[in-house]
């Protein structure tokens, strides 16, 4: 049975791929699964018939026979766990993916997560030059270990693995706030990503439902 996701009927981020249906796009392609996408408009989202899948009322969810998803991090490790591709079979090796899947969710998302808030949503408070320092400086702290970490690697930990996946599109969030730039490796490391076949697919069907015209991959 094909699954079945919810996704922004219109993103604010006009296709570039930021909103976390994104993320379980890539993972479905990653491991050749097709899926269908259930498009919802932001009040959709917060009707009775929505929340009975997210009890949040947001994207994405994931819909697979008996079984209903929310939280992205989780639909992904059901991905991961139910085909091969997105962790190692060595269950050491597992064990590691799954921590930079929390890493990346836990301990990197949040303080970017809330500099993108503030620079969206508190640019016209009095205090936001003096807040915006401060979390942009969160946001250098866990950068510079995780370049530390990464150093000259491709990927976390050995082969590129749902942790890796995750983290990209985490990093993916600072897309045009000039900050990680200023880390090479993890710069590279997210195009490394970017370039993945799979990524691509995923990236331009996103896209198509925001331009309206069909994916070209
Ligand atoms: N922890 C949950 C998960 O990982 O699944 C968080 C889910 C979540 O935040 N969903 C957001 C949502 O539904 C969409 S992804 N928001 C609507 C609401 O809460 O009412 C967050 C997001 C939205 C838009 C952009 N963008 O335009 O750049 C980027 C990220």
Do not use: C
């Given at each position: ?142 950068l510079g270990?995780?370049s530390s970490?990464l150093g000259r ?26 900050v990680l730039e200023q880390y090479p490796n993890l710069s590279a490391y997210v195009a490394r ?25």
């Amino acid at each position: 049975m094909i699954p079945t996701i919810t996704a922004f009927e219109r993103s604010p981020d006009r296709g570039r791929g930021l909103a976390r249906d994104m993320r379980v796009r890539w993972a479905l392609e990653e491991v050749g699964q097709r899926y269908d996408v259930r498009l919802l408009s932001f009040s959709e989202m917060k009707e009775s018939a929505h929340r009975k899948l997210h009890p949040f009322g947001q994207i994405p969810t994931y819909e697979e026979r008996d079984l209903t998803l929310f939280e992205s991090g989780a639909i992904i490790l059901h991905i991961a766990e139910a085909h091969a591709g997105l962790l190692p079979g060595d269950a050491n090796a597992r064990a590691r993916a799954i921590a930079w899947m929390f890493a990346a969710l836990n301990t990197v998302e949040p303080p970017i997560v809330e500099f993108g808030m503030a620079r969206i949503f508190e640019r016209d408070k009095s205090w936001y030059e003096e807040r915006q320092a401060m979390l942009e400086q969160r946001v250098h702290t866990r950068l510079g270990e995780l370049s530390s970490r990464l150093g000259r690697a491709d990927w976390l930990d050995d082969a590129f693995s749902a942790g890796d996946l995750l983290m990209v599109t985490v990093l993916r969030r600072l897309d045009g706030a000039g900050v990680l730039e200023q880390y090479p490796n993890l710069s590279a490391y997210v195009a490394r990503g970017e370039t993945r076949p799979a990524y691509k697919r995923a990236f331009d069907a996103q896209l198509a439902v925001f331009t309206g015209k069909p994916p070209t991959s």
